[in-house]
């Protein structure tokens, strides 16, 4: 008998598994022993009985969930359990809809078995929770990883899924994606993927450490999850120069963290090796643990949402050694090859821009989408009157500098704006996408993301205030300082690690008359209050331009380029026609096709394009403060639940994965903000048998999307 052979076959027991693998594997030698991993730190673990406190919803439940934010006993010094249950709380709500209208409780949450009956009452999961540092022993990377296992863990039929960190947020950040295997009793692989959501507070010289609880920076030493590579004398310089500022893991480690978000969601895979071992694996005479679990008999899936995601097809790219079996997305941030060789038609034209890079098309809508989001021809979108209202005294000013410096050449603010928006829509935004573009602009959304890809990408540390930008608290005027301290203590379950972010703002170091919040301030070159247009230039210009820091932006960016070999994996992405921060022509299309024709008749990738759909599942469940987004949008999350169904099905059973498709699904309507109660009828299942109107097709390079 092979070893790799056992893989399909049942397990009896866990005691029994290791009798077969001795047999088969290892003579009288048997199964090897379980050894701690060499790039694993010390590992902590905690029990939870699925009461008080649990896996998936730190003892909230469902109800809790979807209700007020649990408190601290005191604010200003949370404890790491009350830390936990907050990070838990925010991060399963950063990625939902949590209204009953909207699904939750319906069609996912807790309380929703996977068979799709309402029937798990509160939803709550016990088991253990693992977590400790990746890292060489220096404390420079410190990339958090955790592995939850549930009581529910079957060993006849073991199971690994992983569930990347979305965004750049902490380990909890993806901790809805791993409801779904918490549910089918499999463990969940965690990783944070060297991002996170506390910083380094330079003036006060405090870190965050794995727990999420803050120490002076000489106290955590190497502990720290993050600290800027600053000295004393540096930290003092740049603290003189620019007070009350923070440094942020994604944005300032200096160690471009995206190139290797694959290499930490297989380290978190293996991590789950280890820990299943050490929990549930045979014992030998001495009492030491033995490889009980392995690739060989476990099934493991790389899965999870919008970075997270991306980590997880670069984790089955990198996989040469067996570890992951099928992979299973949503919304896939993904970096394509400079030149894939491929394009993509929507219907019967062509797509004329696709395959660009986050930092490349993310740094465009930073140009244009504030003045774009101004267009008369989006009357009618969600928040686009009052954004127009909200941002009155800048949106038209930025308008204006971009005629002014010949980006655009209307006469009026609405034909500038309209221009802008057109130029967004030649740059790779679907037509249904561009809807999206005023909520997105009043929540900073590219700015965000730009400065912070762009710093991480450029190896930039925060003494080198990359085209001028900074990360501070400021005042409603948009004067820097200090942040309250409640806010800081909080911010591992608060922040999303992309500032502006719990209190923190991007900040305008270049401000004509002294630093201000970005939003709120000045252009050198037009002195004009334009929302920093020289900022959102020079960010363009690292994309765009040959300087220094420029071509280290483009050593950063190859350096995370993916090659679109899934290896024959059975994989499943899902991704929305309507995502406007992750645009489909940019990321999921050129993926498959580049798939297609690298893997050609042994690619097993099947794409759900799902219509109706955009990014932030969790905007829909604003309907007081962005009304619209429930009258026109469906949960994604329902598609990753069924993809999730889908490659377990093919794994398990030998089912066959859907092929490519179009899934036209059905708005809720009524009235933007009260829309009526979603139902099954809204979110139609994935064909096993298309209709050819809905097929995704590719053929000779080029991946044919229906309209």
Known sequence: ??????????????????????????????????VKLDFVGTVTMLEYDGGQDDLLTAGLGKTGLAGAAPGYANAAAPRADELRRNAIYNNYRALLDMTAAGGYGLLYGPNVAL?????????KVAGGEYIAYSDDGTGRRNVTLMVQVPNSFDAKQPCIVTATSSGSRGVYGAISAGEWALKRGCAVAYTDKGTGAAPHDLQNDTVPLIDGTRAASSVAGTAAAFRAALTDSERAAFNTATPNRFAFKHAHSQQNPEKDWGRFTLQAVQFAFYVLNERLGERAADGTRRQTFTRDNTLVIASSISNGGGAALAAAELDDAGWIDAVAVSEPAVELPADPGVSIRRGSAAVPVSAKTLVDFTTYAHVFQSCAALAPSLAGAPYQSAYATAFAAVAPTRCASLKAKGLLTGASTAAQADEALAKLRAYGWEAEAQVLHPSLAAFEVAPAVAVTFANGLARAGVQDRLCGYGYGATSALGVPQGLDATLLASMFATGNGVPPTSGVQLINENNPGGAARDLLSRSPSTNAFDMNLDGALCLRNLVEGNDAWAQRLKTGVDETRRNGNLRGKPAVIVHGRDDALLPVSHTSRPYVALNRKVEGAS???????VTNAQHFDSFIGLPSVLPGYDSRYIPLHVYLNRALDAVWANLKNGAALPPSQVVRTVPRGGTPGAAPAISAANVPGIAATPAAADRIDYAAGVLTIPD
């Open 1 to 34: 008998m092979r070893c790799e052979n056992l893989r399909p076959m049942p397990l009896c027991a866990v005691a029994v598994a290791a009798a077969t693998l001795l047999a088969a594997c290892g003579g009288d030698d048997g199964p090897k022993a379980n």
């Open 115 to 123: 068979d799709g009956s309402a029937s798990l009452g509160e939803g």
């Open 603 to 609: 690619s097993r990738l099947s794409y759900i394009e």
